[in-house]
């Protein structure tokens, strides 16, 4: 069993052309400081219902998937690019980014090749800076709806 | 040193993939100028879609002359 702690987020606001550890490796990735919650990947299911008469009970099939919506927590990192980049996805108009969490083994939690790696691509939206009172500190949300299933690889060499 | 049958074994090594610089062009593929750079054998597949090879730098800005020494 194994904690989170040392994972590291990096973004790219570009999609891969194609949903493949390949495709993703090729993008130009820039590390996300100062993160405190990372996004929850995966996709969620509808059923349908399909009902009995003679029964009464009502049995379901599986349906369709979709990427679940998810938000991401950071404290402020002043003139980091990663932050810019992903403020920067969450306003612009069409949201487009991707998402490689690292658990990375090298100086400083670096990625390292052979490293576990984590890939997700989807929209992101909804930048929400931190509501300021005398017990909150300066940070911001940002939401991702996951619009692809999550690719586990490994850092490549 | 070492095994000298073993420097008689041909070189059968596969050579390595090289990887290509792409920039997009294709708003719907995310913020116009992002680069990729996919192995060379990939390349079609970001073509298509609207990445287009990285131009490099031409002499002319690398070679530009810097008028405040004149």
Same mark, same amino acid.
Do not use: C
């Given at each position: 069993?194994?904690?989170?702690?040392?994972?590291?987020?990096?973004?790219?606001?570009?999609?891969?052309? !194609?949903?493949?550890?390949?495709?993703?490796?090729? $993008?130009?990735?820039?590390?996300?400081?100062?993160?405190?919650?990372?996004?929850?990947?995966?996709?969620?299911?509808?059923?349908?219902?399909?009902?009995? $008469?003679?029964?009464?009970?009502?049995? !379901?099939?599986?349906?369709?998937?979709?990427?679940?919506?998810?938000?991401?927590?950071?404290?402020?990192?002043?003139?980091? !690019?990663?932050?810019?980049?992903?403020?920067?996805?969450?306003?612009?108009?069409?949201?487009?980014?991707?998402?490689?969490?690292?658990?990375?083994?090298?100086?400083?939690?670096?990625?390292?090749?052979?490293?576990?790696?984590?890939?997700?691509?989807?929209? !992101?939206?909804?930048?929400?800076?931190?509501?300021?009172?005398?017990?909150?500190?300066?940070?911001?949300?940002?939401?991702?709806?996951?619009?692809?299933?999550?690719?586990?690889?490994?850092?490549?060499? | 040193?070492?095994?000298?049958?073993?420097?008689?074994?041909?070189?059968?090594?596969?050579?390595?993939?090289?990887?290509?610089?792409? #920039?997009? #062009?294709?708003?719907?593929?995310? =913020?116009?100028? =992002?680069?990729?750079?996919?192995?060379?054998?990939?390349?079609?597949?970001?073509? =298509?879609?609207?990445? /287009?090879? #990285?131009?490099?730098?031409? /002499?002319?800005?690398?070679?530009?002359?810097?008028? #405040?020494?004149?």
């Amino acid at each position: 069993m194994s904690n989170f702690i040392g994972q590291t987020i990096f973004v790219e606001e570009a999609h891969p052309s !194609a949903n493949t550890s390949t495709a993703f490796e090729a $993008l130009t990735w820039v590390k996300v400081n100062g993160v405190i919650t990372l996004p929850q990947l995966g996709v969620t299911h509808s059923m349908i219902d399909v009902p009995d $008469l003679q029964t009464g009970f009502t049995s !379901a099939v599986k349906g369709a998937g979709q990427g679940v919506d998810t938000t991401a927590t950071f404290r402020e990192v002043a003139s980091d !690019a990663g932050q810019g980049d992903i403020k920067d996805a969450a306003n612009s108009q069409a949201g487009i980014l991707s998402i490689k969490i690292v658990d990375g083994s090298g100086a400083a939690n670096a990625p390292v090749a052979g490293d576990p790696v984590i890939y997700a691509q989807g929209i !992101a939206h909804s930048h929400q800076p931190n509501q300021g009172d005398n017990a909150a500190y300066e940070g911001f949300t940002i939401g991702f709806r996951q619009n692809a299933p999550t690719i586990v690889a490994t850092e490549p060499a | 040193m070492g095994n000298p049958d073993l420097r008689k074994l041909p070189d059968n090594r596969v050579k390595k993939d090289a990887r290509v610089s792409l #920039t997009n #062009t294709n708003k719907a593929n995310g =913020a116009i100028g =992002a680069i990729a750079t996919p192995l060379e054998s990939d390349s079609a597949q970001w073509l =298509a879609i609207g990445w /287009t090879r #990285t131009l490099p730098e031409t /002499t002319e800005t690398l070679t530009q002359k810097d008028d #405040t020494h004149e």
